[in-house]
């Protein structure tokens, strides 16, 4: 059943936008989930203006008054946590597994370690380090965030962006993809159930062109934090540096997965069907190259090919199913028209590489794909794909593989596999990517950065890191001596 509801949470309350309507759909299925009016100019106003008023009280808040409302927060998330994976997974069409083993814990988690952060803020230690002036470090709000997000993780990426940004003492307004807003105004509801200041977390549903471009824009918005592809991003960053505006991106990735002669290959069989299949491919980090060294081609290949043969795709509420749809049918052609490019150009598709047939027709599902057969210089290899899709790829020397593993322009992240501990601390250390796993690929932990290297951006979401993103650090410089007459005047003038 369709329900008209309002897309919008501005200053603590739903509220219909002003733009153009909006229809959400389920994309395993084609339904229509709800319509609504989306935001524009005059929305990004309105909610901009309520991030800037619930600024100054909110930057007020001692670290421990934040903390509290913050694991309030968390408490509340628990609370409602089936509500929210049943809405991720319906609206992202993701297997309802997912969302309650991976999203909803994830965001909760996430919830609580920033809870506990906001108590944390670092810095130099004070101290009289010119011998007449007491120095300290203080580590200030912004002020109003703009926070644009992606459709592949949408609760997720709405916490990634929300959390270190409020736990820091900032306002923010997010616009997450109109695709996929739901469990994003949710989200902002419970932070207003937890006691969190109306106004300190906005949400505006609409297209890019309509409420993003406006928001990146805005004077009062002091910095961006993005994540969404590298064409975007770059937009983005275009724009905010008109205004010398701080930006945050989080963009593509092409993951590389090294599988050296020494490793365990069963281990690595696995970690590569679950690296890449991981929602539907559709992780900017999922594992999409794997290079594996000559004497365990043909085996790796074979391996996976199996496993891939045991992934079932079905509806996304149904706790049996392993791999639910792409996020839309245009972005499933998309996926469909990259694989049939391979293909022409001499690739062998190993398995997958159809649309499958046992599934609704009005969903939007893809077979999990496994390629062989292309060039290092082709687009298979080199763009990123954001579908189930894995290549596999020969290589003969250490050297080869971490050469090749470096040769796309993405960096965000990568994993090697290996029983020998100098082959996977060289490749820890040589490979260009903001995160290298060793004999595993996907696993994240709140305590630790998420960010990219080179075409994947720069910044850090998640961790203590994240609060460089959204903090301005200033020094403070007292005298101490109290003389009117200073020794360093004398470089400038002597007048006695
Ligand atoms: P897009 O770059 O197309 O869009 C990202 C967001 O930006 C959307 O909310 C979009 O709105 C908005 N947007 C589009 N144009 C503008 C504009 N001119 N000004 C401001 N905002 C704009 O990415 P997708 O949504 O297609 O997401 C997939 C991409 O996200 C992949 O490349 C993936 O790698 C990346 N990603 C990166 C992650 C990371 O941490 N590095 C994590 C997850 C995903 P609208 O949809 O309405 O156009």
């Known amino acids: 059943m369709t329900v008209t509801e309002p897309l919008q949470y501005i200053g603590g309350a739903r509220r219909s936008g002003s733009g153009a309507p909006l229809t959400i759909l389920a994309p395993a299925t084609g339904a229509e989930i709800a319509t609504g009016a989306g935001a524009n100019a005059a929305d990004v106003e309105t909610a901009v203006a309520a991030a800037q008023d619930a600024f100054p009280g909110w930057a007020a808040h001692t670290p421990g008054a934040r903390s509290d409302l913050m694991h309030e927060w968390a408490r509340v998330l628990r609370s409602r946590a089936a509500e929210f994976a049943a809405l991720e997974s319906r609206n992202a069409g993701k297997p309802i597994r997912l969302t309650t083993e991976f999203d909803v814990p994830g965001t909760i988690d996430n919830t609580a370690f920033f809870a506990g952060a906001a108590r944390h803020l670092e810095g130099k230690a004070s101290a009289e380090y010119s011998g007449d002036h007491t120095s300290s470090i203080r580590r200030e709000p912004l002020g109003v965030i703009g926070s644009i997000a992606p459709w592949n993780y949408p609760l997720q990426m709405a916490a990634w962006k929300i959390l270190p940004a409020v736990a820091a003492g900032n306002t923010v307004v997010l616009k997450p993809s109109e695709l996929t807003p739901l469990t994003s105004l949710l989200f902002a509801e419970t932070a207003d159930a937890a006691g969190l200041p109306p106004g300190v977390v ?9 409420a993003g471009q406006h928001l990146v824009e805005h004077p009062a918005v002091a910095m961006v934090s993005f994540t969404g592809s590298t064409a975007v991003g770059r937009q983005v960053a275009a724009t905010a540096a008109g205004a010398v505006k701080r930006v945050h991106l989080e963009l593509g990735g092409k993951a590389p997965f090294v599988v050296f002669d020494d490793a365990d290959l069963e281990a690595a069989a696995r970690g590569a069907v679950a690296g890449a299949l991981i929602n539907a491919g559709q992780d900017c980090t999922a594992a999409t190259r794997a290079y594996v060294q000559r004497p365990l081609f043909e085996e790796f290949v074979g391996r996976v090919a199996a496993l891939m043969d045991r992934v079932r795709l079905g509806p996304v509420d149904d706790p049996e199913t392993d791999m639910g749809s792409l996020i839309s049918r245009s972005h499933r052609d998309k996926v469909a028209a990259m694989v049939e ?47 189930p899709v894995l290549v596999v790829l020969p290589f003969d020397t250490d050297d080869e593989a971490l050469a090749l593993a470096n040769d796309t322009p993405y960096g965000l992240a990568a994993s090697a596999w290996s029983r020998d501990v100098f082959r996977t601390q060289r490749a820890s250390r040589e490979i260009r990517a903001g995160c290298v796993w060793i004999n595993d690929h996907i696993p994240i932990v709140s305590e630790m950065p998420h960010g990219g290297y080179k075409s994947s951006g720069f910044g850090k979401d998640m961790s203590a890191y994240a609060f460089e993103e959204y903090t301005n650090i200033k020094h403070v410089m007292s005298d101490i001596t109290g003389a009117a007459r200073k020794l360093w005047h004398e470089v400038v003038f002597r007048a006695e």
Do not use: C, M
């Open 202 to 210: 906005n949400v505006l549903t609409g297209t890019g062109a309509d």
């Open 341 to 387: 490019r391979a293909r022409e150009s001499g690739a062998k598709i190993v398995r997958g590489g159809r649309i499958p047939e046992h599934v609704p027709e009005s969903g939007a599902f893809y077979e999990p794909t496994l390629i062989t057969g292309a060039a290092q210089d082709s687009e298979i290899v080199q763009q990123e794909i954001f579908g």
